[in-house]
């Protein structure tokens, strides 16, 4: 993240307020035909994605620290981290701790965003270039340095660790039931949408699952190797014992 600018300053606020326990889920976003993602239609699209996200919920049967089986309903509001994310609202997901996303200019709200006619206009009144460089993805300018078009950017979600509920640390283990049923039923279920669903755009994301998700599926293959391995060799010396003869 290039040195004092808007980003460099979020990422130090993030840092300071909210530690390691904390979970990250990031979603970087370009316009589905490769070219400038700062269009109306690709905006839009991407904020009914965050709606989306937003607004979401994940019900999750869980075992509390105490014993006791539990089943609740979670939204992002219900799980974020507290910050300031947006330009002129207070409230609602705008108290949620969203980092590095252009969406905040329109307070994440899909009717302001439609009612604009000057995008760029608004980018370029908001934030200098370096600010822009720090938020968008091969970004480009023209000779006085407005910003004219970029490759991508990006919606982060902080969301608060909950493992303690689910006795993980009495376990031992990083378990946290909460936040990965969200992630997995809401966040990654919705940005796996987007072929079908926000034609407009193309995305990459990780959760703060993805981790464990690919890590698990690794061993679990690597597993079904040993076992075929094993089955080889069995049979290898099988079928090559069988053909010694015994000594006087």
């Given at each position: 993240?290039?040195?004092?600018?808007?980003?460099?300053?979020?990422?130090?606020?993030?840092?300071?307020?909210?530690?390691?326990?904390?979970?990250?889920?990031?979603?970087?976003?370009?316009?589905?035909?490769?070219?400038?993602?700062?269009?109306?239609?690709?905006?839009?699209?991407?904020?009914?994605?965050?709606?989306?996200?937003?607004?979401?919920?994940?019900?999750?049967?869980?075992?509390?620290?105490?014993?006791?089986?539990?089943?609740?309903?979670?939204?992002?509001?219900?799980?974020?981290?507290?910050?300031?994310?947006?330009?002129?609202?207070?409230?609602?997901?705008?108290?949620?701790?969203?980092?590095?996303?252009?969406?905040?200019?329109?307070?994440?709200?899909?009717?302001?965003?439609?009612?604009?006619?000057?995008?760029?206009?608004?980018?370029?009144?908001?934030?200098?270039?370096?600010?822009?460089?720090?938020?968008?993805?091969?970004?480009?300018?023209?000779?006085?340095?407005?910003?004219?078009?970029?490759?991508?950017?990006?919606?982060?979600?902080?969301?608060?660790?909950?493992?303690?509920?689910?006795?993980?640390?009495?376990?031992?283990?990083?378990?946290?039931?909460?936040n990965e049923g969200w992630e997995l039923d809401?966040?990654?279920?919705?940005?796996?949408?987007?072929?079908?669903?926000f034609t407009n755009i193309s995305v990459d994301?990780?959760?703060?699952?993805?981790?464990?998700?690919?890590?698990?599926?690794?061993?679990?293959g690597d597993l079904v190797l040993v076992q075929?391995?094993?089955?080889?060799?069995?049979?290898?010396?099988?079928?090559?014992?069988?053909?010694?003869?015994?000594?006087?």
């Open positions: 993240v290039p040195q004092g600018t808007l980003a460099s300053t979020e990422e130090s606020m993030y840092n300071e307020h909210y530690k390691s326990s904390s979970r990250f889920n990031n979603v970087i976003i370009q316009a589905s035909d490769g070219g400038n993602v700062l269009t109306k239609d690709a905006l839009t699209d991407a904020m009914k994605m965050h709606k989306e996200i937003e607004t979401g919920s994940a019900t999750v049967n869980m075992t509390t620290a105490g014993g006791e089986e539990t089943t609740g309903d979670y939204t992002l509001l219900d799980l974020c981290s507290v910050g300031s994310s947006c330009t002129t609202k207070f409230d609602g997901v705008c108290s949620c701790l969203i980092v590095d996303s252009v969406l905040k200019l329109w307070d994440f709200d899909v009717d302001s965003l439609s009612a604009e006619t000057d995008i760029l206009g608004v980018l370029n009144a908001r934030y200098n270039k370096e600010d822009l460089e720090g938020v968008l993805g091969n970004p480009v300018f023209d000779d006085d340095g407005n910003i004219v078009s970029a490759q991508a950017f990006s919606i982060g979600y902080v969301i608060d660790d909950r493992s303690a509920e689910a006795g993980s640390d009495e376990a031992g283990t990083e378990a946290d039931p909460i809401v966040f990654i279920k919705t940005v796996e949408s987007v072929p079908t669903d994301y990780l959760a703060g699952r993805s981790f464990s998700d690919e890590f698990g599926g690794a061993i679990t075929i391995s094993y089955a080889v060799i069995f049979i290898f010396l099988g079928a090559n014992m069988g053909k010694i003869i015994p000594g006087p």
